[in-house]
């Protein structure tokens, strides 16, 4: 059965650190780009961060870039997020999505367009707050 499921969400404190990670099966992980996805309340779901499938090409959001690392470790079928000095404004549900292209690249947004990923994950709460 085809699935992406997210974990290591949870509340933390401001500045503190959180590493989500996301684990594949069903399908031929090794070959798919990764885009993390947060959703706040009453806001749409943007893109954060992607990586290609050999983990060589990244890409971040300005708002996370220099805090948030993403990688991936294709014999455990598992990419991270690694969020570093967590803002109150990171409260999100954060999504991994994956996409069986070239979507992923060192510039621009194209990691950006939710509507060309194949597979999501449920999502995982994270929560910053003193």
């Known amino acids: 059965q085809l699935s992406l499921v997210e974990s290591g969400g949870g509340l933390v404190q401001p500045g503190g650190s959180l590493r989500l990670s996301c684990v594949a099966s069903?399908?031929?992980?090794?070959?798919?780009?990764i885009g993390w996805f947060r959703q706040a309340p009453g806001k749409e779901r943007e893109g954060v961060a992607c990586?290609?499938?050999?983990?060589?090409?990244?890409n971040y959001d300005a708002i996370v870039k220099g805090r948030f690392t993403v990688s991936r470790d294709n014999a455990k079928n598992t990419v991270y997020l690694q969020m570093n000095s967590l803002k109150p404004e990171d409260t999100a549900v954060y999504y991994c999505?994956?996409?069986?292209?070239?979507?992923?690249?060192?510039?621009?947004?194209?990691?950006?367009?939710?509507?060309?990923?194949?597979?999501w994950g449920q999502g995982t709460q994270v929560t910053v707050s003193s």
């Open positions: 999505a994956a996409d069986y292209s070239e979507i992923c690249q060192e510039h621009g947004d194209d990691y950006k367009q939710r509507f060309e990923y194949d597979y």
């Open positions: 990586i290609n499938s050999s983990g060589g090409r990244t």
């Open positions: 069903g399908f031929s992980f090794d070959y798919y780009a």
